[in-house]
């Protein structure tokens, strides 16, 4: 078990310290919390165009994130030299696999948590700016607490994270990523507590977040088979051709999916069902969830296999 | 009762293309024996199969043909690579980890319990000189400091073998002076060390035992103390008999 932490771990401090998936933490919470501003564009429903564009960041920049981060992680391990170095200890191939996979999905795992935190409280913006608007005519421009809390606490995580680069040396990246994450609860949290004034018939924000939870929650495992099938990839090619193939297993999951092989997009993408106040069942979101983690298994089996076959010089 | 702690015999390696069709044979049978205690010195030119011998000792290659045993059982059994520190020819560590986070990451790989991981990483940053950096990311390191994070990291478990590979490559003399030194105390206290180098000053300084590869083949080797007593020129012992034995 120690092992297989030092491992997931390291997986997962290099997953969050490359710029990369500082950009992408920034870009994708960002996308969410402005969403309000357009309150002209409901689609039908206050928070709707703010819920889709949640599920959207987890599904576009968690999947590049989450791809970069297992290709980069096997990958460059085993053409750098490291993996030699893990595995000439006791250290059996198919543990070194599955750790890494684990602390990708740890580090995906903390962004899909961010985003959904992030899209409660745009959600509840969205349907704020609309209810005050409804009451207060054209031109309302409030937004409530949450727009303030939301961009104020991920601008903020940037600048703790330099002044901590700045006087402790501590990682810039790394610590971004965190204090990012970390914040998103927190502002939601905010926001909640302090939500004296909102309008009488707003849902709140907790409500709002428990009823995005299991569809973010299956998404976010739809998303995790690619980060197992990069990583089965990244055992045996080279970065350009196995970043080809999973761009194209996406690809192909949106359009043409192969069962028992590549999840169907289609079954993991469950925003619509949450449209018009409806809220998705645990029994209806676990089935997809639990074929989500059968791919994951199969995937990491046949990294594992690969990797235990595999020379490694 | 068998002192040895690697016993290969009769290795062959043969690399090949994605088609399995032979690409270069790297080892071409193969026999040598280190036993417990010794400083063993396996020398050659590039390319003569130095590296692949060694990969193939930590479980990394397949071997073609032939038997290798570590420690009695097969290389890629766990029990025997449990008993080993491994330092690889480049400083191979995750740049984005501090000295500190990367001694107690492979303190964590070899089994270490929490607490005697923090105790042996302290201790031995202490002794590699790196107390005063070890928070700071080795990604940043010169390629002496970042030798010694290694050296540090192989050293974290108390291996009964350490497999060194080309340790002095790339360092000032100086730290090749520390890098001798802490081999041979190692070896004063009771550790196996197999080791490979093109450095044959350092290793006739160093070494008990040396075996001599070139093209895949053995061409020499037997004791130090063997060849300097039989050479004409004892400071270049080593390097005399080196090169006979290659352009034989």
């Known amino acids: 078990m120690r092992r297989f932490l030092a491992l997931a771990r390291t997986a997962a401090v290099e997953s969050l310290a490359e710029p990369l998936t500082a950009v992408l933490f920034l870009s994708g919470l960002a996308t969410v919390h402005l969403a309000p501003v357009f309150h002209y564009h409901q689609f039908g429903e ?9 599920f959207s960041a987890l599904l576009v920049f968690g999947l590049i994130f989450a791809t970069a981060a297992a290709l980069h992680t096997i990958g460059r391990e085993l053409e750098s030299g490291t993996a030699a170095a893990t595995l000439a200890l006791a250290v059996p191939r198919s543990l070194f696999f599955v750790a890494k996979v684990t602390g990708v999905l740890a580090a995906l795992s903390l962004f899909a948590a961010a985003v959904a935190c992030a899209t409660a409280l745009s959600q509840g913006n969205s349907a704020i700016a609309s209810l005050l608007q409804s009451e207060h005519g054209e031109g309302t421009q409030s937004w409530g607490p949450g727009l303030a809390c939301g961009v104020g606490f991920t601008l ?39 939500g004296i004034g909102l309008p009488a018939s707003f849902v709140g924000f907790g409500p709002l977040f428990a009823r995005l ?17 990069a990583g089965a990839l990244a055992t045996r090619l080279k970065g350009a051709p196995a970043t080809a193939i999973v761009a194209l297993a996406i690809v192909a999951s949106f359009v043409r999916p192969i069962r028992f092989l590549l999840p169907d997009i289609n079954h993991f993408w469950l925003v619509d069902r949450l449209a018009g106040g409806a809220v998705l069942p645990w029994s209806e979101a676990c089935p997809a969830f639990g074929a989500g983690l059968l791919l994951i298994i199969l995937w990491l089996l046949t990294g594992a296999l690969l990797l235990s076959r595999r020379e490694i010089s | 009762m068998n002192d040895n702690i690697i016993e290969i015999t009769g290795l062959v390696k043969t690399f090949r293309d994605f088609w399995f069709r032979p690409l270069a044979a790297a080892l071409k049978g193969i026999d040598l024996q280190v036993a417990k205690g010794d400083v063993f010195g396996l020398l050659g030119p590039n390319g003569s199969g130095k590296s692949t011998t060694i990969k193939i000792v930590l479980g990394l290659l397949k071997p073609t043909a032939g038997k290798v045993s570590l420690f009695g059982l097969p290389p890629r059994d766990r029990r025997a690579r449990a008993r080993l520190g491994y330092l690889p020819e480049l400083s191979y560590l995750h740049p984005f980890l501090t000295a500190r986070e990367t001694v107690r990451y492979y303190a964590g790989l070899s089994g270490l319990d929490r607490r005697t991981a923090h105790v042996r990483t302290d201790q031995l940053l202490e002794q590699m000189g790196l107390a005063a950096n070890s928070n700071r990311a080795v990604g940043g390191f010169s390629k002496g400091m970042a030798r ?6 192989a050293l974290v478990a108390k291996p009964e073998l350490l497999v060194l590979d080309e340790p002095t490559s ?9 890098v001798k030194e802490l081999i041979r105390s190692l070896a004063a206290d009771g550790m196996t060390v197999l080791v ?25 080797g037997g004791t130090v103390a063997d060849i300097v ?14 090169a006979a034995s290659v352009q034989a």
Not at chain 1, 46 to 54: K, Y
Not at chain 1, 161 to 183: D, Q, V
Not at chain 1, 222 to 227: A, I, K, L, M, T
């Open chain 1, 46 to 54: 206050a928070g709707r165009l703010a819920r889709e564009c949640g």
């Open chain 1, 156 to 194: 903020v995580a940037f600048a703790l994270a330099a002044a901590a680069n700045r006087f402790w040396r501590m990682r810039f990246c790394l610590s971004a990523c965190l204090l990012l994450a970390l914040g998103q609860p927190f502002a939601l949290l905010l926001a909640w507590v302090t």
């Open chain 1, 213 to 229: 939870l299991p569809p973010f929650v299956v998404l976010l495992v739809g998303c995790s088979v690619f980060v197992a099938l």
């Open chain 2, 148 to 153: 010694k994070v290694a050296f540090a990291a």
């Open chain 2, 170 to 178: 790339g360092l000032d003399p100086l730290a090749t002076r520390d």
């Open chain 2, 196 to 220: 490979t180098s093109h450095q044959l000053f350092d290793m006739q300084d160093v070494c008990s035992r040396v075996t001599i590869l070139s093209q895949g083949q053995v061409v020499g």
């Open chain 2, 229 to 242: 007593a039989k050479s004409a020129d004892p400071r270049h012992a080593l390097e005399d008999y080196f």
